[in-house]
Every structure is written in structure tokens, then in C-alpha cells.
């Protein structure tokens, strides 16, 4: 319940509906209190909606349960600084540095707070500055669907981060339209459309109609403009854009070309043009993905880690689209998947799929995980597998059980069926240390267990039929003696058990029973999902009425033998009582 609680709050998390993604961690949490993850992902919901106490009171609880989880110390960071509390933000991204050294989220989030402390020890250099400060800027351009895509853009992304290091960097990008988008975005204003894209072109939302706003607009305010850079270097800037713009464009063909050959499975062509792709285009992690695809279907495993490995890294430095990570990771697990040999060797894959359901959760990423944990499993009881230690293991627990030292018995047959699940003596004589214990749903499940590999096996329906009998089951322990005697018809523990069973069956069916005894079987038989199947029956609720108030009738029900065998099941279990 705790995981399916999990994927609703990750789901909506991915979708931008943060107040339901709380809502779906707040169940999973209160059905699992002890699970890191779960305070960590809403913690990141929380400060996707700014509310950075709620957020830091979740990454507190994080780094308690799980002190050494470097990411615990990210979520830390990023609440203090949503916060403005610099310090604290550096020393918690530091920390979660000295156990991850290499975490690029850390190292991001660390020079972000060290430049944010920087910019409130000197004044702004920016009327806006304050506005691209700390990393509420990331969230709050994610949950608006007008400057959400606009972070899946490199260029953009390079921009945003140039304007948080130096504010006064801010006049460099007037003229780009998105940047001015995400300066309304952040505060909180609409942008009107206009050529220059300047401060001049804002204006605070309002109901006013539009056109009265543009009769009554105020001139605007007189407010340093900046001065444009010299035409040369504009010309220079326009230049490098263009060639990247081509660049991009001739990796993108490479691509076509390679997934092409892919199809083909001409294979060693297909690197060769994802390879060039990569050389073309650094910000594209789909080049490695795509050259990782190939040497999975290559059975170069490394290589394919490799590239996985690389994609994840680099997408972290691009932020890249979650799903493109996951991709990688997904690819990474399939590959250590099949380099396994043993049990020991799915974990990292298991570890691996995991990663890439926290990223994105894929349908087709669940049910590898599923497979390589069910493969992980029967390895491990492939490797665990040994009949002679099992038969050891049995012999303990007989004398044990001759000992009557029946819970040390349980742990040896226990043991023994774990060395030899398919033994049916094992389990036949864990059924009888369980019954000696009082345990009987458990030893009526070993013993079903033991006809159930061995139906020939005739101790199996002793030991069944001793549970049901036990239980006061008697209808059903005859029956189970009776399956016995098939097999071995002068089994003097089968015939005994018939004689036990039809001894309380004729006990009611006389009226011998005691008060006590009576309101015992009846109400044990209230439960019988038999029993109740009989009561309901329209038929046998007329034979019943017959018995009272029709003695011919119910004389002629009497015959029918399936009737019969049904008003015995009542008599037996003390509803119908004979007089």
C-alpha cells in the first residue's frame, strides 16, 4: 500500500501537481513512517511549492533516518536556501559532499548557496536581481506551463544560470523573449508584447481590460536602460549561434542515420553515426543512450554501462528530461541483468531499475525490476539448494521431536525444507511439531503442502486429517481419512481417524452433546463457508421446513443422496439435531 501510495505521489510530482504529490507521500508515510525515501520526495514537493519550512522539517527527518544518504543532505541544502539561511545551506551540501564527493546535485546546489550568500553580503547590481536568486527561481519556472519547456533548452538554462551568478548580467538578455517570460514568471507579472523586450514592456496583472490598459498606460518609469553592446560582437554572438544551430542539426541527421542502421541491425555503423552525433552535439544525452541500446544488442555489456553511466552524469549537468535519465539507468539495469551469474550479481541491476523508477515511473522499468528480483530469488534458492544438508537438517528435527523440544524441531525442519523445498517428509513433520504446538492453521498448511508434492504420500492425509480433527473439523477429517484409505486401505492410523470422526459425527447426530458442546460446534460451524452454502440454498431451506412440518416429504428428500449428505454435514455440525 506504501508503494502504490509512492508511484501516485510520483506521478503527480512529474505531472506538476505538487499539492497532490504531498497528499500521496502524506498517505505513504503514515503506512511506512520509517522510509527515508518517502520524507525526501515530499520534501521536494514542498519546495516546489515554496513552502520551504515544511520542506526542511521533511529533509531533517531525511538525514535522521538515513545519515548517510547523500541526497538526504541536497533536499537540506535546498530548504535552507529557500529559506535564505546561506550558511546552513552550505553546510549541509558540504556534508552530503564528504559521503558523495562526485554528486553533481550537490556540487550544483553548493555553488549556487556560496553565490547567493555572496550577493546579500553586497548590493544588487540588478532592480531584479533578487528574483533569480536561490533555487525557488528552478522552481517556480517549473510549475509555470509558460516557461516549463523553456528548461528542456540548453542555451536557456545557460542563461538562467549566468544571470544567477552575476544579477547585473540580466541587461545581456533583454532582448531574448524567454528570459523576459521567466522575468514576469518570477515576478509575478504579466509580460506585454513589445519589440524591445525591456523592463518598459512589463505590466502588473490586473482585471482592467486590455484595451483601456493600453488608452490609460502610464508613461514608463525612467529607469537605467542598457546600453547595447557594440555591433561586432552581436554579429560574433549571432555567428556562434548559427554554427551551433547547424551543428545541431547535423548531429540530429547523424542520429536518423544511425537509428536507421539500427533498425538494420547493422550495428557497427550505427555507432559510428552516434558516435559523430556526440561529437557534433554534447547536449544531447540521447546520442549515448541510443550507441548504449546498441551495445546492449551487441552483448558488450561494459560499453553499454559506460555509456549509461555517462548519459546519467551529463544529464545531470544539462537537466536533462527525467525520462531520458531513467532511459539511461533502465538500460544500465538490463545490461547488469544479464551479466549475472549469480544472486549476488542482480542486486546492482535491482539497484539500478530502482534509480530509474525515483526518475521517471515506467511501466516497462517495473516489470524488469520485478523480473530481476524473482531471478535474484530463484537464484538464490538454486544456490541455497542442498538435499544432503537438508536430510541432516530432518534428522535433527526428529530428535527433537522425540525429545518433545518441538519449537527447536520447527527450526530444523524449517531449515530443511529451505535446503529441499520438494521434500514432502519435511513438511509432513513440521505439520506434526505444529499441531503438538497448538500452531494448526500452520500445520494444516504443511500438511496440505505435503499432498500437494506428493499425493501418494499417505502420512500427508494422517497428518491432515489428525489437524482437521483437532480443529473439530470432523466432517472434513473424514473425508481426508477416507482419500487415505484409498491408498492404503488397511493403514490402521487412517482407520482409527475414520473411527474417531464417525464416533463425534453419530455423537450429535444421537443428541449426546452437552450444552456446552453444542453452542461450541454450532457456532464453529456458523463460520464453515460449507455450511453456509447449504443454509442459503432455496432447496435445502424446503427440506429443512419438511422436516418440521411434512414428515412424508422430508422421508422422500431422504432418498436423494446429495440431500442426505448434506442434512449429515448439519446434524454433524449440531444445526439439524435428531430427536
Known amino acids: 500500500m506504501a508503494d502504490e501510495a509512492k508511484a501516485k505521489g510520483n506521478a503527480a510530482f512529474s505531472s506538476g501537481n505538487y499539492t497532490d504529490a504531498i497528499k500521496h507521500f502524506s498517505d505513504a508515510i503514515s503506512l511506512s513512517p520509517s522510509n527515508h525515501v518517502l520524507f525526501s520526495n515530499r520534501s521536494a514537493a514542498f519546495a516546489s511549492l515554496g513552502k520551504f519550512s515544511d520542506a526542511l522539517s521533511d529533509a531533517q527527518k531525511t ?14 541544502g535546498a530548504a535552507y536556501s529557500g529559506l535564505h539561511n546561506y550558511s546552513e545551506a552550505i553546510a549541509a551540501y558540504k556534508k552530503g ?7 553533481d546535485a550537490l556540487k550544483s546546489g553548493l555553488s549556487d548557496a556560496q553565490a547567493a550568500m555572496s550577493r546579500e553580503s553586497r548590493p544588487s547590481s540588478s532592480p531584479f536581481g533578487d528574483a533569480f536568486s536561490g533555487p525557488e527561481m528552478w522552481a517556480k519556472l517549473t510549475a509555470d506551463p509558460s516557461t516549463r519547456g523553456f528548461l528542456q533548452q540548453p542555451d536557456f538554462i545557460k542563461m538562467m544560470q549566468d544571470i ?20 514576469g514568471v518570477l515576478l509575478n507579472i504579466k509580460m506585454m508584447p513589445g519589440n524591445g523586450g525591456g523592463p518598459s514592456d512589463m505590466e502588473v ?14 508613461e514608463p518609469k525612467a529607469e537605467p536602460v542598457p546600453e547595447p553592446a557594440p555591433e561586432p560582437m552581436v554579429e560574433e554572438e549571432d555567428d556562434e549561434v548559427k554554427e551551433k544551430k547547424e551543428k545541431k542539426r547535423l548531429a540530429q541527421k547523424e542520429k536518423e542515420a544511425g537509428n536507421a542502421a539500427y533498425k538494420k541491425k547493422e550495428f557497427e555503423e550505427a555507432i559510428t553515426h552516434y558516435s559523430k552525433a556526440m561529437e557534433l552535439d554534447d547536449e544531447d544525452i540521447s546520442f549515448l543512450t541510443n550507441r548504449a541500446a546498441v551495445y546492449l544488442e551487441m552483448g558488450k555489456y561494459d560499453e553499454c554501462i559506460k555509456d549509461c553511466d ?21 538500460r544500465k539495469g538490463t545490461a547488469l541483468a544479464k551479466m549475472a551469474k549469480t544472486s549476488k550479481d542482480y542486486e546492482p541491476a535491482i539497484e539500478a531499475y ?21 531471478a535474484k530469488k530463484d537464484l538464490e534458492q538454486q544456490e541455497y539448494f542442498d538435499p544432503n544438508i537438508a536430510d541432516q537438517e530432518r534428522e535433527k528435527g526428529n530428535e527433537y521431536f522425540k525429545e518433545q523440544k518441538y519449537p527447536e524441531a520447527v527450526k530444523h525442519y524449517t531449515e530443511a525444507i529451505k535446503r529441499n523445498p520438494n521434500d514432502p517428509k519435511a513438511y509432513s513433520n513440521r505439520a506434526a511439531s505444529y499441531t503438538k504446538l497448538g500452531a494448526m492453521p500452520e500445520a494444516l498448511k504443511d500438511a496440505e503442502k505435503c499432498i500437494e508434492l506428493d499425493p501418494s504420500f499417505v502420512k500427508g492425509y494422517t497428518r491432515k486429517g489428525a489437524v482437521q480433527f483437532f480443529m473439530k473439523e470432523y ?20 482407520l482409527d481417524g475414520v473411527r474417531r470422526c464417525v464416533g463425534q459425527i453419530n455423537k450429535a447426530s444421537r443428541g449426546d452433546l452437552t450444552p456446552d458442546e453444542l453452542k461450541e460446534r454450532q457456532a464453529k460451524a456458523m463460520h464453515d463457508p460449507e455450511i453456509q452454502t447449504i443454509l442459503t440454498d432455496p432447496v435445502m431451506r424446503q427440506v429443512l421446513m419438511d422436516f418440521q412440518e411434512n414428515p412424508k416429504a422430508a422421508q422422500d428428500h431422504m432418498k436423494n443422496p446429495m440431500v442426505m449428505h448434506k442434512i449429515q454435514k448439519l446434524i454433524s455440525a449440531g444445526i439439524v439435531q435428531v430427536k
Request: charged fraction near 35%; avoid cysteine; glycine fraction near 2%.
Open 63 to 76: 538525514v535522521e533516518l538515513k545519515p548517510d544518504w547523500a541526497k538526504g543532505y541536497s533536499r537540506l
Open 310 to 330: 555517462n548519459a546519467v552524469e551529463r544529464g545531470r549537468e544539462l537537466r536533462s528530461d527525467y525520462k531520458m535519465i531513467a532511459r539511461a539507468l533502465t
Open 164 to 183: 544567477q551568478k552575476n544579477p547585473s548580467n540580466l541587461n545581456l538578455y533583454l532582448k531574448d523573449q524567454r528570459v523576459m517570460q521567466a522575468l
Open 475 to 494: 466432517d472434513k477429517a473424514l473425508e481426508t481419512y477416507q482419500e487415505g484409505l484409498k491408498l492404503d486401505p488397511n493403514n490402521p492410523e487412517l
Open 97 to 103: 559532499l564528504e559521503i558523495d564527493p562526485n554528486n
Open 205 to 218: 496583472q490586473s482585471e482592467e481590460p486590455i484595451r483601456e490598459r493600453e488608452v490609460k498606460r502610464p
Open 354 to 374: 530502482q534509480k530509474a523508477l525515483t526518475e521517471h515511473r515506467n511501466p516497462d522499468t517495473l516489470k524488469k525490476l520485478n523480473e530481476a528480483e524473482k
